[in-house]
T-cell receptor, first 119, second 109 residues
Framework: GAVVSQHPSWVICKSGTSVKIECRSL??????MFWYRQFPKQSLMLMATSNEGSKATYEQGVEKDKFLINHASLTLSTLTVTSAHPEDSSFYIC???????????????FGPGTRLTVL | EDQVTQSPEALRLQEGESSSLNCSYT??????LFWYRQDPGKGPEFLFT???AGEEKEKERLKATLTKKESFLHITAPKPEDSATYLC??????????FGKGTRLSVIA
C-alpha cells in the first residue's frame, strides 16, 4: 500500500518550453501533496505544498509563476515548469500523505521522481 | 528554526561490519522522526516513523531508535544491497518535514 507514481520518469525539452509532471497516489487519497527538487548529491528541497481544492503554498524563493501547481483531486497533483531553462534541470519528486492520518505533515510516501533536462 | 543534522556524511563499510548512522534534531515539539532510504535516481523509500523517546523499530538488518535529541539507524551485518543514501526527517506538527542532508552508505563485498 501507499504507492505514489509520477509521470513522466524523465523528460528532455528545449529551453522556453513548458513541461508538466503528474503525481498520483494510487491506493490512497491525499488532501496534501508535496513537491521537492533535488540536485545531485544534495538533500530534498521542498518547493511547495499542494492542497486539494486550494492554492498551493510555496516555499520562500520558489517562483509561483514559474512552477505552477494544480491539485485537481484527492489523488492527483501536477507541477508545470513554465518557460523552462537549463537551470531548471533537476530531479523533481512528489510525496503524499494519506488522508486518514491525523496530520498531513506526518508520514509521507514519495514518488519515484522525474528527471528533467532542459537543453 | 527546526534543524536536522545527519552524520557522517558518507560511510564505507565492509560487508558484515555493523555500524550506526546519526540524526540530531532541534525541533520544537517533535511529532515524528522519519527515516527514508534513497537509491540513486529514485524517490525516497519510507523505512520508519518514531514518535517518542525510547521507541525502537526494526526491519530486517535495520533498527531505528529515538532519544530526545537524536535518532540512530543501526545497521547489523550489512550487505552490498544496503548501499544507499539514508535520509532522516523531523516534523513538529502542521509544518512540512525538515530533512537532513543524508548519509551515503557504501557496503563493500
Amino acid at each position: 500500500g501507499a504507492v505514489v507514481s509520477q509521470h513522466p520518469s524523465w523528460v528532455i525539452c528545449k529551453s522556453g518550453t513548458s513541461v508538466k509532471i503528474e503525481c498520483r497516489s494510487l491506493d490512497f487519497q491525499a488532501t496534501t501533496m508535496f513537491w521537492y527538487r533535488q540536485f545531485p548529491k544534495q538533500s530534498l528541497m521542498l518547493m511547495a505544498t499542494s492542497n486539494e481544492g486550494s492554492k498551493a503554498t510555496y516555499e520562500q524563493g520558489v517562483e509561483k509563476d514559474k512552477f505552477l501547481i494544480n491539485h485537481a483531486s484527492l489523488t492527483l497533483s501536477t507541477l508545470t515548469v513554465t518557460s523552462a531553462h537549463p537551470e531548471d534541470s533537476s530531479f523533481y519528486i512528489c510525496s503524499a500523505s494519506p488522508l486518514f492520518l491525523e496530520s498531513s505533515y506526518n508520514e509521507q510516501f514519495f514518488g519515484p521522481g522525474t528527471r528533467l533536462t532542459v537543453l | 528554526e527546526d534543524q536536522v543534522t545527519q552524520s557522517p556524511e558518507a560511510l564505507r563499510l565492509q560487508e558484515g561490519e555493523s555500524s550506526s548512522l546519526n540524526c540530531s534534531y532541534t525541533v520544537s515539539g517533535l511529532r515524528g522522526l522519519f527515516w527514508y532510504r534513497q537509491d540513486p535516481g529514485k524517490g525516497p523509500e519510507f523505512l520508519f516513523t518514531l514518535y517518542s523517546a525510547g521507541e525502537e523499530k526494526e526491519k530486517e538488518r535495520l533498527k531505528a531508535t529515538l532519544t530526545k535529541k537524536e535518532s540512530f539507524l543501526h545497521i547489523t551485518a550489512p550487505k552490498p544491497e544496503d548501499s544507499a543514501t539514508y535520509l532522516c526527517a523531523a516534523n513538529s506538527g502542521n509544518t512540512p518535514l525538515v530533512f537532513g542532508k543524508g548519509t551515503r552508505l557504501s557496503v563493500i563485498a
